[in-house]
């Protein structure tokens, strides 16, 4: 069965650093890969897909990265702020699979 | 912007209660999900849907059925409620089996007392 890893599992940082939050996948056979925030007792606000022909994506602060060959996507936050606090979480789809299968987040606490 | 809703934000019920919980998208999506979220315990998928009237079980589907009779909208039911069904309750939906992203409603509290 895929697992889908999240390291760290919690992080607190001061505001204005650069931050990488990591997921790592077992299955090769990636199709693509969806990151996630969640403020607490909210639902999941989707940032970034990346498919599997492409190596990054960004948007705005946000990077994202894949990495098949290593199993790995990283997710680059630039100058973190306080209103980044919040869960982050990666979810895995293979290839011609419906169901995403979910690392279980890091949550990050930036300190103004 | 696709958007998902879901028919309230916090729930109390009592045992025994039969719950329905719906979710409703308004972008012509055909897979719509029903997942709980505990702490410790991640996103669990309880059913998934890939067309009206299509249904599959996921993960944890025991205690729970569903209903997707119009392509937006994807009912979970509580036949009988239990304590240790008190979660939060996420509904997502995504356009079509492969390269689309999932989109997540804002998320239901439910306590069974």
């Known amino acids: 069965k895929q697992e889908v890893t999240q390291i760290p599992a919690a992080l607190s940082v001061p505001e204005g650093e650069n931050l990488v939050l990591n997921c790592s996948f077992t299955d090769s056979a990636i199709y693509n890969l969806q990151w996630f925030r969640q403020d607490p007792g909210k639902g999941l606000t989707s940032l970034l897909l990346?498919?599997?022909?492409?190596r990054e994506q960004t948007s705005g602060r946000l990077n994202a990265s894949l990495d098949k060959s290593s199993g790995r996507s990283t997710l680059y936050i630039a100058a973190s702020q306080p209103g980044d606090s919040a869960t982050y979480l990666c979810?895995?789809?293979?290839?011609?699979?419906?169901?995403?299968?979910f690392g279980r987040g890091t949550s990050l606490i930036v300190h103004p | 912007d696709v958007k998902v809703t879901q028919s309230s934000r916090y729930l109390v019920k009592r045992t025994g209660e039969k719950v329905f919980l719906e979710c409703v998208q308004d972008?012509?999506?055909?897979?719509m999900f029903w997942y709980r979220q505990d702490p410790g315990l991640g996103l669990r998928l309880i059913y998934f849907?890939?067309?009206?009237?299509?249904?599959e079980k996921g993960d944890i589907p025991e205690g729970y059925s569903v209903s997707r009779e119009k392509k937006e909208r994807f009912s979970l039911i509580l036949e009988s409620a239990s304590t240790n069904q008190t979660s939060m309750y996420l509904c997502?939906?995504?356009?079509?089996?492969?390269?689309?992203?999932?989109?997540f409603g804002p998320g239901t509290r439910l306590t069974v007392t």
């Open positions: 990346i498919q599997s022909s492409q």
């Open positions: 849907s890939y067309d009206v009237k299509m249904k």
């Open positions: 979810a895995f789809r293979s290839g011609g699979s419906y169901i995403p299968t």
């Open positions: 997502a939906s995504s356009l079509g089996r492969q390269a689309y992203e999932q989109y």
């Open positions: 972008m012509d999506h055909e897979n």
